[in-house]
């Protein structure tokens, strides 16, 4: 075994054989193989954009106009890229991805962004957009942290956000909310945002640019800010007033020792130019959070915090610029060099995946321990991140998948305990941090506690971390993979802990990626590299839920409302997307599955929509960045994934035939 492939081989008949040496499987194989080849930067890593909706770009030009210090030729190339992502021939509004339906708090954003960019408010698309938002309910009805950037800049009154006050950071860790009961983007985003609640920030908003028109009863007078839940979200309801009523008499000295600790706790993990988290929101929350607690703005931290979310600006061809909401080279560069693994032995290419790994070597985490060890203070660190540099908050799923290809390409080389001490630092750190079900998160253990989720703050939904079934399936992977007679117990497991998680249709959802098809293919590559029998049941049922979904070109496709409406999973309209196709067909080879007719159309599919750059494309967005929230658009995945499938499908058949 030599990849993140099965442990058994089907054999192919002739005809496939044949198939597979076709010059179309091959000129397509080698397109895809140069193409990915010459994206390798110098050091041996690789990095596509990660493109989410328009709230982060619009969130940019209201980050400037907050600080006073405005681009204005970065503000209008943003505004640009605003303007071209609007539906104006539908709903008139901004959707969370590519082809969804308008969402109100998108909307709100990028109207406000390109106001204050200076669009005139009777331009044609600022009329469909407010026509459409107040047909919505007006700004009043969007989201949270929608409403907090409205307050921030004197929108809305206080009392239509949450009451998040900065005396949260002297809760001991018994009490039912604390920091460190919630996921690591919640807490690096929630923990300098309180300083900026409590003490009332407001914008400097220099040009005066205000929204009053988007609301259907003026902003002071709106008595209907919080949606009323269910009882555990109307006592916290409750509580959120008593605590706004109670604010006006904290005493002084307490609000600054809260704000002093809020600051100790942000301030170590800037994190440098990768910025607090290597996530957008914490950045410039921490940003705003110091020049309103009086940091000069030569301040170092405040440069360097600065000079992090600059970073993430993409300037494109067109003139056009957007804002990323991180990076993803880990994660970009161990599937593309899990792909390339199966394209070629020749030189060029192994040195290009050897390369990756010294890369690799220089990310891991070994020293510091970060808030992980909340949970597992014993453990010693062993993983990487999901970007670049992120040492407090390593990422299992990453670090499943590279530990593995450390593994791979060390018996490869001949050298298996070339990277052993690397492997097994990675392979402890995650097993240290498997959560009681047996399950895996991405970045926590036991991150359930789920009745956070009721809090006014979290309507989103997506403030807890809790296990996955394709973090797990990838963790089962890397562990049937590495082998390690003293990992059998926790590997059996999750092994449990996924077999409890298929659907009654035989479908695996995902949560971080576009949905259904891409967790059944998370599960069942871990079941069989697990060592599981692809005859059982589990694994059956899944392969027959996939050939289901199947559309009449060949190929697969899932739309994000599948995580809105069940009944969509597996479907996209019959549109099918090469990123989809791919899962789908990795799946099936994973459990043995290269003769049947539903991999052959799959292949075809595939071959007829390479693109001329060796690439292949769709505009859809392909993951979420949390579920019904907020969606991210790899732009890697119809780069490897596609390259991978049909990569690992020729060397399926021709190891049959040998």
Not at 341 to 359: F, L, N, P, R, V
């Amino acid at each position: 075994m030599n990849s993140f492939t099965p442990k058994t081989a089907a054999v192919a008949t002739d005809d496939l054989l044949q198939a597979a040496k076709g010059s179309t499987l091959d000129q397509v194989i080698e397109r895809g193989r140069a193409a990915l080849l010459a994206r390798q930067h110098q050091d041996g890593h690789w990095c596509f954009e990660l493109e989410s909706d328009c709230t982060i770009t619009a969130e940019y030009i209201l980050m400037m106009h907050f600080m006073d210090d405005i681009d204005d030729v970065l503000q209008e190339k943003m505004a640009r890229y605003l303007r071209a992502t609007q539906v104006q021939g539908g709903h008139g509004g901004w959707p969370q991805y590519h082809g969804g339906d308008i969402d109100l708090s998108c909307t709100v954003k990028a109207y406000y962004a390109l106001k204050a960019a200076g669009d005139d408010p009777e331009a044609e698309h600022m009329r469909i957009a407010r026509k459409a938002i107040l047909a919505h309910g007006g700004a009043a009805k969007a989201n949270v942290f929608t409403r907090i950037l409205l307050a921030l800049f004197e929108q809305v009154p206080w009392r239509a956000t949450p009451y998040v006050p900065v005396e949260i950071m002297l809760l001991p860790r018994w009490f039912p909310f604390h920091i460190d009961k919630i996921s690591y983007w919640a807490r690096t985003t929630l923990v300098p945002l309180t300083i900026l609640c409590s003490l009332k920030a407001k914008a400097a908003n220099p040009r005066k640019v205000h929204i009053r028109e988007l609301f259907v009863t003026p902003p002071e007078q709106e008595r209907h800010y919080f949606v009323r839940g269910g009882l555990l979200n109307r006592s916290f309801l409750v509580l959120d007033k008593l605590g706004r009523l109670c604010d006006r008499f904290i005493p002084k000295s307490l609000r600054q020792r809260a704000v002093n600790k809020a600051v100790d706790w942000f301030m170590p993990r800037l994190n440098g130019e990768d910025g607090i988290g290597a996530i957008f929101p914490p950045m410039v929350n921490s940003l705003e959070a110091m020049a309103l607690l009086g940091y000069p703005e030569d301040h170092p931290a405040r440069q360097t915090c600065r000079r992090s979310i600059q970073k993430l600006v993409v300037h494109r061809p067109d003139g056009s610029a957007y804002c990323q909401p991180c990076v993803s080279p880990i994660w970009d560069t161990v599937w593309s060099a899990l792909t390339l693994m199966h394209t070629s032995d020749d030189a060029q290419t192994q040195g290009a995946i050897d390369k990756s790994i010294d890369w690799f070597i220089s990310k891991q985490e070994l020293e510091l321990k970060g808030d992980w060890a909340v949970r597992a203070p014993d453990l010693k660190p062993g993983g990487w991140a999901f970007q670049y540099n992120n040492a407090y908050y390593p990422d299992i799923d990453d670090t499943a998948v590279v530990a593995a290809l450390l593994h791979i390409q060390d018996r490869r080389r001949g050298e298996p305990g070339r990277h052993r001490l690397n492997i097994d630092r990675a392979a402890d750190w995650m097993i240290g941090l498997q959560s009681k079900n047996g399950g895996f998160a991405a970045f926590d253990a036991d991150n359930t506690y789920y009745y956070l989720n009721a809090i006014p703050f979290a309507d989103h939904g997506a403030l807890l971390d809790p296990p996955t079934e394709d973090v797990s399936g990838r963790v089962a992977a890397a562990l049937g993979v590495l082998g390690r007679p003293q990992d059998a117990q926790a590997l059996r497991r999750c092994i449990d802990y996924l077999h409890s998680t298929q659907l009654e249709d035989g479908s695996f959802w995902g949560r971080w990626g576009s949905n259904y098809i891409y967790g059944t293919w998370s599960v069942l590559a871990g079941l069989a590299l697990a060592g599981e029998d692809p005859r059982q049941p589990t694994i059956r049922k899944a392969v027959a839920w996939l050939r289901s979904r199947q559309h009449a070109d060949g190929g697969w496709g899932e739309t994000n409302d599948s995580y809105i409406d069940s009944a969509l999973r597996g479907t996209h309209g019959g549109m099918s997307t090469s990123q989809s196709t791919a899962w789908a067909l990795l799946a099936q080879l994973a459990v043995g599955e290269v003769r049947s007719e539903s991999v052959r159309r799959g292949i075809d599919f595939l071959l007829a929509n390479q693109q001329a750059d060796g690439f292949w494309s769709n505009p859809t967005h392909n993951a979420p960045g949390f579920p019904r929230v907020y969606y991210l658009k790899y732009h890697g995945y119809t780069a490897y994934f596609p390259l991978w499938a049909l990569s690992r499908y020729r060397q399926l058949l021709q190891s049959a035939a040998a």
